[in-house]
């Protein structure tokens, strides 16, 4: 291994560590979390509802519920590891060291991916042995469950190095993202909405990100898929070139 | 000509608040000194180290470690600098191996060279029973020793110690002395913080007073006494900072 590989793959441990460390929260919080909207709303509602576009409401709503597994994750531990790196001075460690802004960049990123990526991991196989969620189209799938992980991680960095206290990245978890969130249609179709909340939510950016891991689980999407994965690739692409800009002008993080 | 180990020229430093830290200060550190960097609080020392570590961006001016240029080619530059920076800064998260092994991860040391080294520092700064441990579980000795310990652990040419034997017990900061000598012996150069003139005076061969973001006398203590036409550094440090009143000499004249 070069100087390099080894200051890249410590730096990206170091991420990793830090939430496996303290997997109740990180790990066992989150995916608590998404079984109890897999009962309330699967299994609760779901016996009443039965079928959204002729497929049962429970499969419905898991892509969405994965999706948002992934990307809160990937946000949360991101925003909050270098907030708290920040407050702790620890932080000074890594940025006098050797590496690049675009190697500290991605370590930060990756961090936040990797937690995301185990939740919604989890959340799927325990999903598909408890209720059959099928994979219908697996290379529609998996490039978009990468880029929503990569865009909140970058989303996540962005407000971790913005933060001033521990409000500002509560501010953006609570008051931007769960609307977002919640309103991008996890849980129903657009198409059932009455206007002008049917229009508004085409405003929501997340409503594209959940149609595209719904499509690539039960083939099923209200949107255009080749459009809203170009989107995604230009959005998260656009925020990585914000961040390595920061990183690169010690924005916040050098004096 | 000789390499400087540090060359500072014409360095400033200015906050987005306007505030001016440092006011074109030039240093220049040979292979192998040690050397003192002396002032009152506020006076830039802090800033200083922080603009060759990488940690605040310079306003305009040049540092070189090494011949390394510590903006455009900081890769280098950082390789050849330890920080034991003055605030506590250890990773709550890490144990106190994983703290030495991280940095030295950082720095791109293999896997087998930092097992080596963990157990070296970890034996030297007597650690090795704390090794498991969390670091916001250890004393404020214990976090100190780690940090010298850390910032030694990529075998840096060029050892920054910003005060560090700010708090410590007596016992822990002769120690310190010993071993900061032992290295200096060794060919480590050392720049040096500290507010224990005694400190100083006993370990470093030259000294700079810094003052206002300006460097404002350097040379042996015995020439910077001279410099300001006094007895010792003590009192050459009082005249610098304007209270002249308090040289023991003068509080003992007075008592008699």
Redesign the interface.
Known sequence: MSARQIRFSTLWRREVNRFMKIKKQTLGAPLLETFLYIMVFGAALGSRIKHLHGIDYILFVIPGLIMMAFSTNAFANNSSSILQQKFQGAIQDQLSSPASPGELLLAFSLGGFMRGLTVATLTFVVSAVLVGLPVDHLLVLVPSLFLVGFFFSQLGVLTGVRAEQFDDVAFVQTFVLQPLIFLGGVFYSAALLPQPFETLTRFDPIYYMINLVRYGFVGFTEVSIPLSLLALTGATAALFLVNLRLFTSGYKLRA | MREGALQIEELVKR?PTGVEALRGVSLEIGPGELFGLLGPNGAGKS?LI?CT?????PTAGSIRVFGHDAIND???A??A?G?A?Q?L??????TVE?TLD??A???????RERRERTRELLETFSLTEKRDERTRTLSGGMKRRLILA?AMMHRPRLLILDEPTAGVDVELRLELWHYVQRINQEGTTILLTTHYLEEAEQLCDRIAFINEGQIVGEGTSGELAARYGVANLEDAYLALVGRKELSRSHIEVTAS
């Open positions: 906050y800033t922080h570590t990488g940690l605040a961006q900081y890769g280098a950082r390789q600098v920080l920076p605030e800064n250890l990773d709550w998260f890490l994983e991280y940095h991860g950082y720095f791109g040391m293999p896997k850390r």
